[in-house]
């Protein structure tokens, strides 16, 4: 395949033009997280080399996948300029009812684990109901479903106290289960690679040929290589451990999926428009009381789902599994991610960005033997240093005339 755009010169110009262009108009997306992300590796492996070590970097890519899942629902209600304080409680309520159907009351494991996400989204569907019906603010029926849901996992508990799980089950092998064939992690690499050159490919050849503007073929070059070097290198060290953990193939399936729905599908079109402007997409014919609905639904479902694999990372399921870091950490990895706390902007990449630079503060806090106030402080920095860009990055959107 070869790259169209004339001359490589001509085609720099266009790459430096165009990035020039992304910094004034406050479309840099990604790349402050990422430098952000960097930033934080070298300063933590410069005070213990131990952090970048094949161990703890796979340890850290099997950490961040339930919070990562939650994250991403929490994604789909920013998206609309909404918020829920639910997650936290959805993700205790689900595992609980899982573990007491399964271990307790001896349910076959596949029924238990389908019931667990579908009480997510009958959660979320109460929460949609309230806020795109009744019309109460999501930020009071989420607060109400934070403590309501609390509540009713400690009653489904009840005296059981904790709940341990099998250690040969299904939830407990999505944390514990690597795939030791190096080229699973290569094959896994190289797909995504492709998977993200062609799709971005596509996408200019039919920009250009509808006559609008679109990315220079230089820029996407780089990006692929950048992914490559990246997508590479992230395969080698995992196999350097135990091979490519299933928790994080299963994330990334969900962010792929889950992405391909928000940017290629009518539906994802109405979320961003619903984010834009409720009375504008009311008038563009959108039923925005279902997209609201269905975004909590997908919201709760997420939670769920990453409640199971939180259950799988400690092998059980207590009284104490629901906590207020679970709930800020989901927030803040969407946002800190680059998701829009004012809606209208964000991917489900966002999560996994999000999640990382929370993750490796933790992880790096810990290997350090700091105290977790630290981690505290460290994280609510980087949050606000967040939402500040954001912030920033709607100012001179609006000056360029784009938000």
Partial sequence: MTVPGGHSAHSAERFTDAFGRRVGGGTLGAVPVVLGLLAIWIIFQ??????????????????????????????FVLLIGEIDLSVGSVSGLASALYAVLNVNFGMPEPP?????????????????????????????????????????????????????????????????????????????????????????WRDV???????????????????????????????????????????????VIVLVVLDYVLRRTAYG????????????????????????????MMSSTMAAIGGLFLASRINSVSQTSVTTDLLMNAIAAAVIGGTSLFGGRGSTWSALLGVLVIQSIASGVALMDIQTAVQFMITGGVLLVAVVIDSLSRRAQRAHGRA
């Fill in 269 to 296: 079109r109405m979320i961003f428009a619903l984010g834009g402007g409720v009375e504008a997409a009311r008038r563009a014919g959108i039923n925005v009381a279902w997209v609201r609905i269905s975004a909590f």
């Fill in 46 to 75: 410069v005070l213990n080399p131990h952090f970048l070590s094949p161990r703890n970097l796979s340890n850290l890519s099997v950490d961040i996948v339930g919070t990562g899942m939650i994250a991403v629902g929490v994604i």
């Fill in 112 to 200: 238990a684990i389908i019931l667990g996400a579908l009480c997510g989204t009958a959660v979320g569907f109460v929460h949609g109901f309230f806020t795109a019906v009744v019309g109460v603010p999501a930020f009071v029926v989420t607060l109400a479903g934070l403590l309501g849901w609390y509540g009713l996992m400690l009653s489904i508990m009840g005296a059981y106290g904790t709940i341990n799980l099998d250690d040969r089950g299904l939830v407990a092998q999505l944390t514990n289960y690597y795939f030791s064939d190096v080229a699973a992690a290569y094959v896994l690499a190289a797909l995504g690679t492709a998977g993200y050159f062609l799709t971005a």
């Fill in 205 to 251: 050849k039919r920009r250009r040929a509808a006559g609008v503007p679109s990315r220079s073929p230089v820029w996407i070059v780089v990006r692929t290589g950048v992914l490559a070097v990246l997508a590479f290198a992230a395969a080698y060290v995992l196999n350097r451990f135990q091979g490519l953990p299933l928790a994080l193939l299963i994330f």
